[in-house]
Nanobody, 124 residues
Framework: VQLQASGGGLVQAGDSLRLSCTAF?????MGWFRQAPGKEREFVAV????????SYSDSVKGRFSISRDNDKGTVYLQMNTLKPEDTAVYYC?????????????????????WGQGTQVTVSS
């Protein structure tokens, strides 16, 4: 299983970016995590396999939006009003298989596959 994340870059505070992650054929909940230098990888957002349910970390709630297009095999993370503290490598991940359409895990250990990461840098 290959997950390919893209869309990162260098932006200024207040700007927007959209990250994409291709994961063809994966009928699973999909999440985004991020890791800043010297810090643990942390949960950002997750969307259920059908797209009917989402969950966000408190630090991004109201600014970030996760969505998916299962026909295109792509998951998106729309990031608005970016802050310098959003600077990190962002990873997409596919959750462990689960039949529930409401499964939206936020723990790293609930994810089976990880992409290579894309760098997001927000300057002040």
């Amino acid at each position: 299983v290959q997950l390919q994340a893209s869309g990162g870059g260098l932006v200024q505070a207040g700007d927007s970016l959209r990250l994409s992650c291709t994961a063809f054929g994966l009928n699973r909940a999909m999440g985004w995590f991020r890791q800043a230098p010297g810090k643990e990888r942390e949960f950002v957002a997750v969307i259920s396999r059908t797209g009917s349910m989402t969950s966000y970390s408190d630090s991004v709630k109201g600014r970030f939006s996760i969505s998916r297009d299962n026909d295109k095999g792509t998951v998106y993370l729309q990031m608005n009003t970016l802050k310098p503290e959003d600077t990190a490598v962002y990873y997409c991940a596919a959750a462990l298989a689960n039949p529930s359409s409401n499964y939206v895990p936020n723990q790293k250990t609930s994810y089976a596959y990880w992409g290579q990461g894309t760098q997001v840098t927000v300057s002040s």
